[in-house]
């Protein structure tokens, strides 16, 4: 079976399972369906894939996650230099990929704890809205309108924007 | 010519008569109203249709019938081969990269068949981004022999002593130093 996802992030609910309390002699309707669901549907479902588990697993590929070295970025360059300009934008394009990836992460953590508090999320979540909420702003600080064709340049221009409009507003 | 319509119509009547004998049937007779009891369509108000009249579907199930066979001709075996790849060589499993361990280029994807591709078909990201390195160091150099070009022209234009920009004097022999006897000559 692949490994399972991270249990910190996504904590499971309390259990709600009731105490079972028969006080009469009938039988569960409840109880009667679970079974039925869970012989026609359940038990096939996990045999196959068990079986097909077990073929797979004797010649079973691997795969590892790509390490790209650091170069020296586009401020590190020299004036027309065009090597080192593409060395740079071709590592601003992974960081731009591995950015946005974060923001997916940390939205699918807002959402499952939203999924999970139900009507009281707002307060109970509120560590993962916080979290949320910075890495969207700083996000769209860095990265916001550059559009389609964003490049290391114009987001370099851009954070000389917001620097000169820090210094204006504290001066 | 009127004889003819007499035996014809003779001949009607025996038809009429006797529908069933091998000489009567309406080929042979070439006239117009043989009318045949048992083969017509008997339409007793709202039976079960016997002769339905419609038009042609046989292009249109022709057709159908061709797209069925030429879709299936490839979809069948791609799908036996990627229903077999996946459940006998399955998708690949995340690992932490072993020290000391270079992985080759392919196995960095995880489903078997684009694994196949790009080990069969495509270059590694390496080999493109050094091809794109070698190509903007071509244009770089061509960009930099163009600027040392203009900057050689003017300073030939401008200096003189270099082999451009040298404009043939006139023949020296053709000089007369002979003394004259007015400024003019």
Redesign the interface.
């Known amino acids: 079976m692949?490994?399972d996802y991270d249990k910190g992030a996504y904590p499971e609910p309390p259990r709600q399972t009731p105490v079972v309390d028969k006080q009469t002699a009938l039988p569960n309707p409840a109880v009667i369906l679970s079974k039925l669901f869970y012989y026609s549907v359940d038990l096939p479902v996990t045999t196959f894939r068990d079986a097909?588990?077990s073929?797979?697993?004797k010649?079973?590929?691997?795969?590892?996650?790509?390490?790209f070295r650091r170069v020296p970025d586009l401020t590190e360059c020299q004036r027309g230099d065009?090597?080192c300009y593409?060395?740079a934008e071709?590592q601003w394009r992974r960081d731009y990929k591995v950015d946005q990836e974060i923001v997916k992460v940390v939205q699918e953590r807002m959402r499952a704890c939203h999924q999970r508090e139900g009507s009281s999320y707002q307060q109970n979540c509120s560590n993962e809205i916080q979290q949320f909420t910075e890495v969207t702003h700083n996000f769209q600080s860095r990265y916001g309108d550059l559009g389609a064709y964003a490049s290391g340049r114009k987001c370099l221009m851009k954070q000389k924007e917001r620097m000169i409009a820090a210094q204006a507003q504290t001066a | 010519m009127v004889g003819m319509s007499v035996l014809r119509s003779a001949a009607a009547f025996a038809a009429r008569l006797s529908p069933l004998k091998s000489g009567n049937n309406a080929a042979n007779l070439l006239s117009r109203a043989v009318p045949r009891a048992d083969k017509v369509a008997v339409r007793w108000g709202h039976g079960k249709k016997m002769f339905v009249i419609k038009p042609t579907d046989f292009y249109d199930r022709r057709f159908l019938r061709l797209l069925q066979f030429y879709i299936l001709l490839t979809g069948i075996p791609v799908a036996v081969i990627v229903t077999c790849v996946n459940v006998f060589v399955g998708e690949a499993e995340l690992v932490e990269t072993p020290e000391d361990y270079e992985p080759e280029y392919w196995e960095y994807y995880k489903h078997p068949i684009t694994r196949w591709i790009t080990r069969t078909f495509y270059d590694s990201p390496v080999k493109d981004y050094e091809k794109m390195m070698a190509a903007i160091q071509i244009e770089k150099e061509k960009a930099d022999m163009r600027l040392t070009q203009l900057e050689v022209r003017r300073q030939m234009r401008s200096k003189g002593d270099g082999p451009w920009f040298q404009v043939e004097t006139l023949n020296k022999e053709l000089i007369d130093y002979s003394h004259k006897s007015n400024p003019d000559n």
Request: without cysteine.
């Open positions: 692949p490994t097909v588990d073929i797979r697993s010649n079973r590929p691997v795969y590892f996650h790509q390490k065009y090597l593409y060395e071709m």
